[in-house]
């Protein structure tokens, strides 16, 4: 009877840690790092686009980086109210190293095509770590009222 009990322990004990390697791994998997096609977002500014009522999240359709993965201060094409628009993202859940902030949801504000932003006014705080680029993104970050 020992025999077999070992045997038991043994199996156990291997399957915990086969469960508990493939949750480290989904936890670093790089198709859940960050903002990625077909992700949900949530737009953050003043625009009409953003202040009516949708029936359905915008989403990500594609993602204006090499590896299709985006994080804070790059360019994404959103599906909203049936509309394909560029947006700059300014916030997200995944935590991107010791001085960038982690967000609640992933926020987005939109752009026209020409970089301006298509809203007047920001509504959530954005990470400080945009002003390193402050060529590419001043008129978004003048309509910006709080930086964390």
């Known amino acids: 009877t020992t025999i077999l009990s070992r045997r038991c322990l043994l199996q156990a004990v291997q399957h915990t840690r086969v469960a508990v390697i493939q949750d480290q791994y989904s936890l670093m998997s790089p198709a859940s790092a960050a ?17 009516k009522p949708y029936h359905r999240p915008p989403r990500v359709i594609h993602v204006y ?55 007047t006014r920001i509504r959530v705080p954005i990470p400080t770590s945009l002003r390193s680029s402050e060529r590419q993104y001043s008129k978004v970050l003048a309509i910006a009222s709080r930086f964390v």
């Not at 394909?84 to 902030?101: D, E, Q, R, T």
């Open 35 to 51: 903002i990625q096609k077909m992700t949900r977002v949530r737009v953050v500014d003043n625009s009409p686009m953003a202040t």
């Open 65 to 119: 980086t090499k590896n299709s993965v985006g994080k804070v201060g790059d360019m994404v094409l959103l599906a909203i109210r049936g509309e394909k628009k560029k947006a700059l993202i300014v916030g997200h859940k995944m935590s991107s190293g010791v001085m960038n902030p982690r967000f609640d949801s992933n926020n987005v504000v939109l752009l026209e095509d020409n970089g301006s932003p298509t809203g």
